[in-house]
């Protein structure tokens, strides 16, 4: 197992009137190559979450073990698991600083202590991943459009060849056309380069079209952990928990509703159309 | 219907140094607009990043003034710098980030601030806040602190200290891009309400196709300029034009399409599951399976 959850609780403010419980008792297993969504409302407990997977939250109680490892023991490198586990936060173009592109996705290979060269070598390969032209290797970074920044900021976790990478609302703010081609560039590297995915959004389109596993946290509690079809099918409990199911599942209950033979479990548009035509052919062999 | 934002002609260049050469660059953010937009009205505008649509929402409260061309607000030239609170009480702006936006440390002072800043007296500045936070369903919150809501609730905070100052109209560019599916919804319902009940001219950014649903008029940014306009029905019948543009359409819409040019007996355009689920199967069938 890549990455292992025991009981894992967390509490902010302990000892204090503010104590508040973030996680509750979490358990969760996380194999290699998976690409896993992950939703939950504001406050759900998510980003706590996403924090225990690199070592930058410490449970309050339980395990959190990387490779079999706990990564909490004495003796343990967090410093590496750090490259191991690469961290994409929200608005990850905050934190670009560097004077050009290249320099600025040098900057954690360098830190993980590799030449010049290998940086280099480095950097190229992640920007040519998420499509960064060489043409802007040389420009500063604050004079690239919106989308363009988010993916050199990609493109510097890249860089460290994380085995895991975590993105924390990735597409916040970009238009369509620059959703679907990050989205599709980072299930590119999942499919390439074997990288484990764990995306957190608000997204329910996003979710039902990229992961194949989604976790639902509320209350700091995994509800639900399952194929998103699967998940999505309980659309009511995640109104109540503030979430929603992608728009096709609403059509999809409402035609079944009126007599229509649909497959509910459709969530894509794609599948969407085909069990639609397939109903609508068979209704009409019917002879109604 | 007297129009409440009128521009022609509206063109903002700004000037772009760089480190290297001495040479400043000139860059046209929006060239050539010409816009009207009827008081009481729901507009949305669209365009891919950079498109131009945040600083075409920048000209309406003045926060920029054209370099070409002319924008008035119900009838008030922006340019002219002595009607400039003028311009920012007729024309309120929300934003992306609620963050960055509430400045109070207590609910209902951050709703009081723009008034307060209009010179309104205090008695009736809480009035303003008990009615803007009753219209944005959180005037059970005013005494509590602002980084205790949820983001949903937080924007419509910040919408309400918009509401507090009476405009005419509202600006919300992207108001919920950060904002999880229920604050969401709440945040567009409580725009829909304001605009349906109490006739507040809207203008909202989004890149969220299902919320331009609702609107009257849409128009459509692309490098600086409008390229596209009409209603929403009009607009999303072009989804492979919208493609080329970096947009999409809502999914609803996506797929009523498909299956249109798949042979499905459909009309052109639909905007909501219920028209989609009624042309489909149309609700006499049902009944008569019960017969």
Redesign the interface.
Known sequence: MLIELKDVCYTYGTGTVYEVSALDHINLQIGEGEFIGII????SGKSTLIQHFNGLLKPTSGQVLFEGKDIWEEDYDLRSLRTHVGLVFQYPENQLFETDVLKDVMFGPKNQGLSEEDCRARAHEALSQVGIPEDLYGA?PF?L???QKRRVALAGVLAMDPEVLILD?PT?????????ELLREIRFLRDKRGITVLLVT?S??DVAQYAKRLLVIDNGKIAFDGAPKRVFSHYKELEKM???A???T??MH??KE???DVDLRATT?EE??RS??LA?SQRASEG? | MPSIIKARGLGFDYVKYTDESENAERVTAIREIDLTVEKGTFIAILGHNGSGKSTLAKHINALLVPTSGTMWVDGIDTAKEQDLWKVRQKAGMVFQNPDNQIIGTVVDEDVGFGPENLGIPTKDIWSRVDDALSKVGMLGFRDRSPNHLSGGQKQRVAIAGVVAMHPECIVLDEPTAMLDPNGRREVIEVIRELNQREGVTVILITHYMEEVTYADHVYVMDAGQVVMEGTPREIFAQAERLKELRLSVPQVTELAYELKKAGADLPDGVLTIDELVDALAPRSEQYADRA
């Open positions: 939950g409302h504001t406050g500063s004079d459009s919106g989308g609302e916040a703010g970009l238009d369509p056309g620059g959703r679907d608000h329910m389109e503030g979430l929603a992608p728009q096709i609403y059509i409402a035609l009126r007599g229509l548009v969407a159309k639609i035509l609508l109604r």
